[in-house]
């Protein structure tokens, strides 16, 4: 086990670990077939080409009342019900997402308030799509590091159907909306047990919403009316997550002190089927050890991982206690990360 997720406590004479308690999810109501794109671009087979490319079948999109902290809050409330814990009883809540109800303030204040939640401290944490894998490890740090720390509440969430330029097939048929949750608390028995975060930031121009912020404050009226959207920008290349999460993957076990085959359950970035795939066929572990929901609900980013494990638990597939879980994601940006757990929660019931 990495050392450095055990810290020195003065004030204890047990281990204090942070732990996964419980999971949680939303998805939106409304369904887009592959379908209905297929009518939208009639010279194209996009149904063809998503089943055959990237696995996806159709997606969920959020109603025009709702916004991003709409998505989340039910996730949360599900992961607080699971754990067993009244919202009051948070000490942190952190909301990944690059699709924030604003640019200011932070999407977790308003979730908090959502919630109910008055005694939490809030931030959000945007690393793209590698956003919840980031901010399930900095919950894991602040339970290690504080003691008045115990139960944090991390939220995916995923609003990108507000960005998304109907006109372009290349965004608006992969990208969907949706939240996943997580309780992190305090335990006597191991939980998280190391991480990675590593980035090839000369692709930062590449994909992303490049208006709105600082470097373009004002969008610029065009052919979509000035919304602000997500673009494919530049090319990067298609391998890349199959060239880079293999060794992002080898370096985290070691970290663990584990290797490959100790690791019982992985779980990535749900974009692309054929890209998880291959990943596990380059790690040279079963399929039985992954599990993946691209095919019904389309690409939601930062909420995919811990959609994908809710969804895995539920189903009965996902990991039992003991097993050792693997985390790894990336964005745009490129952002990357990767966690190793030890599980300690039941199977959902």
């Not at 055990?6 to 592959?34: C, D, F, M, W």
């Not at 010279?43 to 991003?68: C, F, K, S, Y």
């Not at 009244?86 to 303030?105: C, E, F, G, K, N």
């Not at 939980?191 to 994909?207: E, I, T």
Request: proline content about 6%; some cysteine; overall charge negative.
């Amino acid at each position: 086990m990495d050392t450095t997720t055990q810290p020195h406590n003065h004030t204890t004479t047990s281990p204090r670990y942070a732990q996964i308690l419980s999971t949680g999810r939303y998805v939106p109501e409304k369904v887009l077939p592959n379908t209905y794109f297929n009518q939208l671009f009639p010279e194209r087979d996009i149904d063809g080409w998503l089943v055959a490319n990237v696995g996806i079948r159709q997606r969920h999109v959020m109603a025009p009342e709702e916004t991003t902290s709409d998505l989340a809050l039910p996730a949360g409330r599900q992961a607080l019900a699971r754990a067993g814990l009244a919202p009051a009883r948070l000490d942190l809540i952190i909301v990944a997402t690059d699709t924030p109800d604003y640019l200011s303030p932070a999407t977790a204040t308003v979730l908090q308030h959502k919630l109910g939640a008055g005694k939490a401290g809030t931030f959000d944490v945007n690393t793209a799509c590698a956003g919840w894998v980031t901010a399930v490890d900095v919950a894991a740090r602040y339970i290690l590091t504080d003691a008045e720390v115990n139960h944090v509440l991390v939220v995916g969430a995923y609003g990108m159907s507000r960005f998304l330029d109907y006109g372009d097939h290349r965004t608006c048929t992969l990208f969907a909306d949706g939240a996943g949750a997580v309780v992190v608390g305090a335990g006597s028995e191991p939980g998280f047990l190391a991480s990675k975060l590593v980035a090839a930031g000369q692709y930062y121009d590449a994909l992303g919403i490049y208006t709105g912020g600082a470097a373009c404050p004002r969008t610029p009226v065009d052919e979509n009316g000035g919304v602000p959207r997500v673009q494919f920008v530049k090319k990067f290349p298609a391998t890349f997550n199959a060239d880079h999460w293999p060794p992002l993957i080898r370096d985290t076990v070691a970290k663990a002190g584990l290797a490959i085959d100790d690791v019982d359950f992985f779980l990535f970035t749900q974009l692309n089927v054929n890209t998880i795939k291959q990943v596990m066929a380059i790690l040279r572990q079963p399929l039985e050890k992954t599990h993946w929901v691209m095919d019904k609900w389309g690409y939601t980013g930062s909420a995919c991982v811990p959609m994908a494990l809710d969804d895995a638990l539920e189903r009965g597939r996902g990991p039992k206690p003991g097993d050792v879980v693997l985390f790894c994601a990336s964005g745009g940006g490129i952002s990357m990360a990767c966690s190793v757990w030890q599980w300690t929660q039941e199977v959902i019931e």
